[in-house]
């Protein structure tokens, strides 16, 4: 009889994650004078070129997504809901209520993940802002004072979101799985008479990450 050797493979051992109250951001910026018709999101990661040639590569005051398109391995995200932010350039501006309406009322946000489908699509105008500054400012000199509404959609509170979930149980992204979001205007190119304005998406949730 011949003795035989036999190797027996073990499978490596899954990862050890934990779980973290933590958004997955993502920003981009409205190209003052331009027109645009399409925004996305989570499709540049930090260190990346913004879309606008004069804007510093992304940071993590832009971005918290290390990969393009995905989740590195072995991280996995339960989504709960979404907010927007449009950020004011500037106060006194006589045009932002229109690039206000420009960006609300005229826009349609969707989310893709898993093979490039389009899971949520919807009206902008439905997706809160969340936090955001309220309340008034004023300019002027010594002989009169104007005093400037400070605009922003939805209540400025973090309890201001768009459910996701379904029966209260956040939707699963997971490790390497394709996600991305965008803002279309279907009617056609808008163009902005602000200056250059960021604007963000976030997906409120639970991040996973490694140990």
């Known amino acids: 009889m ?8 073990r499978p490596a051992g899954a990862a050890l994650l934990r779980k973290l109250v933590q958004p997955l951001y993502d920003t981009n910026i409205l190209d003052g004078g331009v027109a645009t018709q ?4 989570f499709r540049i990661p930090i260190g990346g070129n913004m879309p606008i040639a004069a804007a510093p590569r992304k940071s993590l005051a832009d971005t918290n997504m290390s990969q393009a398109g995905q989740l590195g ?9 979404f907010n927007f932010e449009y950020f004011i350039v500037d106060f ?3 045009d932002l209520v229109a690039d206000l309406t420009r960006m609300y009322q005229q826009s349609v946000f969707t989310f893709f993940f898993g093979q490039n489908r389009p ?25 009169a004072d104007i005093f400037y509404g400070v605009l922003h959609q939805g209540p400025a509170s973090v309890d201001e979101w768009y459910n996701f979930t379904i ?8 490790t390497a799985e394709p996600f991305s979001a965008e803002v279309n205007w279907p009617n056609g190119a808008v163009t902005w008479t602000a200056a250059d304005t960021r ?9 996973y990450a490694a140990l």
């Open 199 to 207: 604007v963000r998406t976030l997906l409120k949730g639970n991040l």
């Open 92 to 94: 006194q501006d006589i």
């Open 73 to 81: 391995t072995p991280q996995m995200f339960d989504l709960f809901g």
């Open 2 to 9: 011949v003795a035989q050797n036999i190797t027996l493979s």
């Open 167 to 174: 029966g209260k149980s956040p939707i699963r992204i997971n």
């Open 38 to 41: 399409l925004l996305q999101f």
């Open 119 to 143: 899971w949520l699509r919807l009206p902008l105008s439905q997706i809160t802002q969340g936090v955001a500054p309220t309340g008034e400012v004023s300019t002027g000199d010594i002989t």
